[in-house]
Nanobody
Framework: QLQASGGGLVQAGGSLRISCATS????????IGWFRQAPGREREAVAS????????WYARSVEGRFTVSSDNAKNTVYLQMNSLKPNDTAVYHC??????????????????WGRGTQVTVSS
């Protein structure tokens, strides 16, 4: 199971950290992906991390502003979001798939999806 939390309302240029708490699978054998979906827009892959080797991938739209990290002791993945923009507004979801699927924007192989957390960036 996965549960995203920590969303909220923030002004443009501000920061927010959201979390993805996981359970029910071997954390270090999985990768966690962050996705977002805004009303009227397709779901977009934002970042992903391999919990076993620490490798990370970012979408170009967030690279340099967002940082993904994992705490293997807590089975939790974080997404630190800085320099937020209004078009970052979306529901953010985390998902888990076995590490063999690698990193990147594909949604193939994700076994578990969590409820999202709303992030709203005001201008």
């Amino acid at each position: 199971q996965l549960q995203a939390s920590g969303g909220g309302l923030v002004q443009a240029g501000g920061s927010l950290r959201i979390s993805c708490a996981t359970s029910g699978f071997r954390f270090d054998e999985y990768g966690i992906g962050w996705f977002r979906q805004a009303p009227g827009r397709e779901r977009e892959a934002v970042a992903s991390i391999d919990n076993g080797n620490g490798r990370i991938w970012y979408a170009r739209s967030v690279e340099g502003r967002f940082t993904v990290s994992s705490d293997n002791a807590k089975n939790t993945v974080y997404l630190q979001m800085n320099s937020l923009k209004p078009n970052d507004t979306a529901v953010y979801h985390c998902a888990a798939r076995r590490a063999r699927y690698g990193l990147g924007p594909s949604t193939i192989g994700y076994d578990y999806w969590g409820r999202g957390t709303q992030v709203t960036v005001s201008s």
